[in-house]
């Protein structure tokens, strides 16, 4: 079993930490300035349980992008893949991820992917509810449920700061409403997607999140499937091939296991059947993705042979 | 051990060749539209020798676009990762395979993989040798070691009606000639490109080649290494991240193995550490990939459980 | 002099009728669609006062489009040339005009030009006031003096529907606040932008407009000069190179006038030191030009020798 | 009479010549790169005969994109403008001179215009005879009677050094041949191209062609008709439309009269009605037009009211 003491797990960290240098806090979103560009942790949590870790692990990020997998793999669950698929496509893209010219020019106007800007916000919109107190719940209850850990909450500021600010994913939702893609009040689906995006984890969160995509759907502790087997692969999938914007066929042959990263510095890995990582570290490369924890990824992924290719 | 009967992959044969009159061949290079839209033949090829086989398995087409795994594989060896990405990127495009927007667009203008047309034409640019000649026999001796078949060769009037009428791949050579990521005769490149693709196999070649990548590498029978297992590694990446055209995303979910198809109607599929498959099926679906052979991997896929995902 | 006769003028009406059957009334603004597809009247506007016509002369319509270079007149009246062109560009495009691929490529985002939407909506974004309704109230003012009309007024209906159904020019909007080219409440634009575009007009009205233009800017009754010379003649360099949606270019080859189309059938034509053109007529060709107006100006253009070029 | 004594014209010149130290000379064609980027020189032509200039006014340089306008005359009056407009497209681009983009986008691949490369070169194909040689002279020969130059002759060497470096070109050629825009030899056709490009004129003769489009087609001295009234009028539109590169539009803004550059540096304009106007400054701007060369159109624009418009 890999990563067997703490040590080892420490030593990769700190070799991957002089990595955070390279890169830089996200910064078009004024509330993610904030973070702290040398902080670097990671988690890895085992089917049976057992979970090691290494630097500020209580250190809270908040999941930006790594929310659009777990929002895909509830409407999966809600709506059923024939649904989902009729709105999103399932096509990488090697354009930026708030692009809008694919949107345009390809046809029906569906965006090419769930992992996208356009793609998440469509599969936002498709979450139930009666408003958006009552959706965003079902949201965060979801990832409580994902990371057995009842004390998850959102960052009210980084929302705001959000909401306020994306007027590029306000042009996305307009023009998904034009072409019938999306049919509710842009600022109600901003609301539930910002809020979405604040919800707060750290590593270890984010790890135990890994572990139920990497058993397919079943809790470790409880063997409680939490979600099908079929939504779980759909979602790894998507996770292998847009996952990392669009480094993801560079991330795929580097690394080669299902992740998920979000501008806040977090990454989400799941390495089918064997365990869940989880790793925040917000300097930036220049792709989006977490500079270190890319680094750290490589690093494992070289030691312990994780790719699945 | 799936598929323990010819009987077992007949029946699923036949319910997949249903599916061959939704398709049609190819007609843009004239001697492929000779092909028996109707044909279907399908063989699987396990670690221990053991080969099953359903349909007019004798049929021979030619690699076309599943040449570009191979091609792929002898550059990696022959000058390295470093030097093979230094040329072509990584990232996956929603694109079709002859698309030239994104090589104009993307900076510095190198294709955006190897497995769209662009790419592939830089790879085999790369190819080493005094002569299209030598070079060609080191692509086709590297193909009859891979499907451990001596007789294997290529259609000389499939090359010739190649050559003559790829205007869009000289469009996309000279392009890449002006960006310098190409330097030689572009006629000559085209000359060896045609012939490559031109390289004809059978459904049992396609298993066996199928088999060495699945098994990083490795020769099943004589447990030669007949490529390095990170190059084996790569290649099935590609594979999956763009190996069906722009169905590639699609046939992750709902397949999820790597798989690499030709516009004859050929499949190769390489399931990781369990068998190598081999398809043959000229009618194609609009993406370029073939419509009933698509349709035996789904049935394949959810009744043997092979994704990876 | 030209169309001495009304006679003359409606035997050409006449034979330019007859097209109005190959174009359809524009149906994506729910209030246009209900126009009168056989619809047509043209008037020509004299130097010395004289005015010819012919048709449903009566008839009213709404700018739509042709508001373009009325606001771009005011704007650079108000702003000066130097400010414009900061924010929109001068090159004509071949894209539709509410596409938004050449937004997002171009740098540094700004519009190409004042005549497609994004363009339009940046310039009336620029015309200076306290409130929506002052803006508005200073559009239509100015439209009143160009016109000679005092009666001039707009359609509250038109507006609203437009208003409710314009999600893609929200979309436009909120891309260029993104970037910094706009900076109001995206409603509030589209509220002054959508009544700018409902502004009712008949064709003797557009006539007595395009002579303004034609002479430079003077009122060819009062001889007072309603706008400077040198904005008169940026607005026809518009007009010319891309007043015609993308049929700019045919419409230069085939007539050669500056002209302002707008998609609820009217043209606005202004005939350098000759005469002011205006026409009606609903029934739009595929790019959003009156098919039946088009036709009348060739006629004209061949009989009267009205190119520039 | 503008322009009355060549001190007026010597004056402009100087304040003009300034800018030339803001541009450079082309680098991408080598046998370019040899071009004095201080030199300027201007030469008005008007319709008794009288020609006024200054500067350098022997110095030679190839006609490059200027003979776009030549061919395209002489394609209309070969094959007239129905079959000429069923190859090209009449639209001005906001892209540079050289994309591809569009040429895939746009249906049925046509090239939006004959001023771009890809159009350029369609209207070459079109150009009638036996042989490139046969071909060639009868461009050539225009060319002496436009400019009433027996001696014009073309540097080989400049057509060499661009048709061994013209990789782009090429691309754009094989792409038309794929879509049946061209079908005839390619690198026959870029000799006949390159050739053409590679015609060398200096400002007097450029003035004197361009006397010839003002006027319609009339050579002003033997009041011949060099080519039918309409031909003169429909290069002249694209002159305007898209004469100066992606530039086109601010041009026609800033001056307003047709004209067509080249980056070998010159200028041919044509003023309707009133003069021709040939100018040689080889230092370009980032647009590949003359920079000291603009300038000094505009000076001329604004001294003597030149714009159309």
Redesign the interface.
Known sequence: MPCQSNEELESILLEAKQYTREGKVADYIPALSKANPDDLSVAIYHPDGTCYSAGCIQEKITLQSISKVITLALALMESGEEYVFSKV??????DPFN????????NPSKP??PMINAGALAVTHMIKGNSVEERFRKIIDFVKRLSGNEEISYSAEVAKSEFETS??N??????M??HGIINED?EELLDLYTKQCSIEVNCLDLARIGIVFALNGKEPITNKQLMPAHVA??C???M???GMY?????F??RV?I?AKSGVAGGILGAV?NRFGIGISGPALDDKGNSVAGLKLLEILASKYEL???
Chains 1, 2, 3, 4 share one sequence.
């Open positions: 496509g399932y096509e990488p893209t090697g692009s809008i010219v694919k949107l345009e020019m390809s090419l992917n007027h590029l306000r042009a996305l939702c307009f023009f409403k034009q842009v692969r759909i790894k999938t998507f292998v091939t847009c669009n480094a993801s066929g560079e795929a042959v080669g299902p089918p790719s699945m290719f």
